[in-house]
């Protein structure tokens, strides 16, 4: 899979190189900063354009040049550092598209100085060439509409971190059942899935009652409930695979038998549906205010609100409990880049204005992946918010009050964008 993935990784590179006039490529993989007043650096984190050619995730400092109909070079740096492990030479299929050039230090870099018609793509302060064309934006807009087509490998790549954050997934609910903290159950989360907090995509949203209505929540409480006090456990967490994330949020309720318990199955199910519209052709703005009027359902049938799902739409009502979008691309991003893009040429489709953090405005095509994560939340802010407005008038409180100590629900699953039906990765 890999070398047709390579294949088709050249192509998009080439058509963007012509568009842009340009004769090659250097993409760097990036390099780590340190923290103000010390010599200990940030995690690193592998520049995307980078790790879609080579799955070599973890090793900063290195270099691809790539030209059309040459094989391109690979410089691995492997430095003579008694301080740290160095990363190995590869070897295997993918390491046959590359001749690789080990360099030790600053010193090993080839003068890229004499280079022509070549672009440098990497972070701000990563060029010291004045010659190259720094992320010239003709050719990222490019290859950032194009990267959203996923191949066969990188497909099986997120299908994979799925697999494996699902075994994360249920290794913290296990401990969540047994009266274990949002500390605890981040930690079973990791044994599981055997990942360092720098491997994760993204910082796990681990959250238990009224935190569940954070939606980046990440202080992560280490004491325990007591047991008459526990009501709910919210958890977004994802792995990566040679580089490629997933992403997976599951609710669960501590009495399976409360009224949050079935709403949590209504979301669920409400989740699976609207799933199953991700096809080609679909306007995912479309998918996102369909999923805004099943959940006004959801909240009209639980007696949260009183008025019918267009009502509590169009007021803006239902952005009261979904504030974010329905989802966003998934790939060597959590959040993969060129989901506002209406073309090739980098031109922006907006989101509506009723919906404005919306991450994903494209109309969907086959394979594309992506997320679907509807959500009903009970956030203090917003509420009181729509308490004092016009919309107030539209909502029970006596029943928010029942449901606010349970925080929010979310469910999301990673999706793949087919014809004619929709492919779950997260539940096949």
Do not use: W
């Given at each position: 899979m890999y070398n047709n993935h390579y294949k088709y990784v050249s192509e998009i590179i080439n058509q963007g190189l012509e568009k842009a006039n340009l004769?090659?490529?250097l993409i760097y993989s990036g390099h780590v900063n340190n923290y103000f007043l010390d010599d200990m650096p940030y995690a690193f984190a592998c520049n995307p354009h980078f790790k879609w050619m080579a799955p070599i995730t973890e090793t900063p400092h290195c270099i691809i040049h790539y030209k059309p109909n040459e094989k391109?070079?690979?410089?691995?740096?492997?430095?003579k550092d008694y301080w740290h492990s160095l990363a190995k030479t590869p070897e295997g299929e993918w390491a046959e598209n590359f001749e690789i050039i080990s360099i030790t230090c600053k010193e090993d870099v080839p003068d890229f100085s004499g280079l022509q018609n070549h672009a440098w793509i990497g972070q701000i302060d990563s060029c010291e060439f004045d010659n190259l064309k720094h992320n010239p934006r003709t050719y990222m807009d490019y290859v950032h509409w194009h990267r959203a087509i996923k191949t066969d490998y990188e497909i099986e790549n997120i299908r994979q971190a799925n697999v494996l954050a699902l075994k994360g997934h249920n290794a913290a609910y296990q401990c969540f059942k047994k009266g274990y903290s949002e500390f605890e159950c981040h930690m079973a989360y990791m044994l599981a899935t055997k990942h360092n907090e720098y491997q994760l995509p993204y910082g796990n949203i681990v959250a238990q009652n009224e935190n569940g209505a954070v939606l980046h929540y990440q202080h992560m409480q280490r004491f325990r409930q007591k047991p008459e006090n526990i009501k709910s456990f919210l958890i977004d967490a994802g792995c990566q695979v040679n580089g490629y994330a997933s992403d997976i949020t599951r609710t669960h309720a501590y009495d399976?038998?409360?009224?949050?318990?079935k709403m949590i199955n209504a979301v669920d199910s409400m989740q699976i549906a609207i799933g199953?519209?991700?096809?080609?052709?679909?306007?995912?703005i479309d998918l996102h205010t369909q999923a805004h009027l099943m959940l006004s359902e959801i909240l009209?049938?639980?007696?949260?609100?009183?008025?019918?799902?267009?009502?509590?739409?169009?007021?803006?009502?239902?952005?009261v409990f979904l504030p974010h979008g329905l989802g966003h691309y998934l790939g060597l991003q959590v959040h993969d880049i060129g989901g506002h893009q209406s073309d090739e040429e980098g031109n922006i489709l907006s989101p509506p204005e009723l919906h404005p953090f919306l991450r994903l405005t494209r109309t969907l095509e086959e394979n594309n992946v992506l997320t679907i994560e509807p959500g009903i939340y009970f956030i203090d802010m917003l509420l009181e918010k729509a308490k004092a407005s016009d919309i107030g008038q539209y909502i029970n409180w006596s029943r928010v009050a029942d449901f606010k100590p349970y925080g929010g629900i979310r469910i999301e699953d990673n999706i793949v964008v087919k014809k004619t039906k929709s492919v779950n990765l997260t539940r096949g």
């Open positions: 004769d090659g490529v391109a070079k690979l410089y691995l740096y492997q430095p399976e038998n409360s009224e949050f318990a199953k519209k991700a096809v080609a052709g679909t306007s995912y009209s049938d639980f007696d949260v609100i009183n008025c019918d799902a267009p009502t509590a739409h169009d007021t803006g009502l239902s952005n």
